[in-house]
């Protein structure tokens, strides 16, 4: 088991709908990071941005983009996550991807589309949480809109980390900023969020605020506002013990089960 995880939050503009721009991009971001990081994070849709034009950025898990994931992983020997437009058996997907230095890709789809964007027009939800197992932590990634779903999040898995990756923009950042606290707090867990900055391809504007949030709910990162920005934060096991152990409120959580 490995007592502490180091990850990086790049914080970032995105290109709109140009995946191969992105990534570029976020190479030059991410060997500028001179720290052993176990894991870098990059936002929500980060080839395209938040597109409803699926079909033009949209790849297969055995395209581009997927390949240079599991390349970079293992070259940097940190795992890569971000989410990107997926098509598959005819569907689209806003899929989470978690690529390991080891090969192994883990994947989640979006459960929760954006109605208001029109993304469930576009995007087939997933209806599958998936919890993974890395470096001894356990890792719950989530999607930008989930954010607002508290049960879909609820930790019955005993995870460590709550990781969301995101374009949520600006006019709405303050309910954000509550929810990722609001997550951690009820869930004994770490909550991290990873956010774009810039203005998009239909003229919505983000300001990143990223994030994480400890156990308590303290914030414990100083990303600014309205900049690219990549910060390291160090998670530690022995956090999640001492008050997991001290206060026990993840064992008086109610019985019960998410159906539909």
Request: charged residues 25%; glycine residues 4%.
């Amino acid at each position: 088991m490995q007592e502490a995880l180091k990850i990086a939050l790049i914080q970032s503009d995105l290109v709109w709908e140009n995946p191969e721009q992105n990534q570029q991009n976020f190479i030059k971001k991410i060997n500028a990071v001179a720290e052993k990081v176990d894991i870098i994070v990059l936002p929500e849709m980060f080839t395209s941005g938040f597109t409803m034009n699926a079909k033009a950025v949209a790849e297969t898990m055995e395209g581009t983009t997927v390949s240079w994931m599991l390349d970079l992983a293992k070259t940097k020997q940190a795992a890569i996550a971000g989410s990107m437009v997926v098509i598959e058996n005819d569907n689209y997907y806003n899929r989470f991807l978690f690529a390991e230095p080891s090969g192994k890709l883990s994947y989640y789809d979006k459960r929760h589309t954006f109605t208001l964007a029109g993304e469930h027009k576009v995007y087939k939800a997933g209806n599958k949480k998936i919890i993974i197992h890395y470096r001894g932590w356990k890792i719950c990634p989530l999607i930008c809109y989930d954010l607002r779903f508290p049960v879909w999040a609820r930790n019955t898995e005993d995870y460590d980390v709550l990781l969301y990756v995101a374009n949520w923009p600006k006019p709405r950042i303050n309910a954000w900023d509550t929810l990722l606290k609001a997550r951690a707090i009820e869930n004994m867990s770490y909550c991290i969020g990873v956010n774009r900055i810039g203005v998009d391809g239909v003229n919505v504007e983000y300001n990143g605020s990223s994030a994480c949030y400890d156990v308590l709910g303290k914030k414990i990162t100083n990303m600014p506002l309205n900049k690219d920005a990549v910060e390291i934060v160090a998670l530690s096991k022995n956090h999640i013990r001492k008050y997991r152990n001290a206060l026990k409120f993840l064992d008086d959580k109610d019985g019960f089960n998410l159906l539909t």
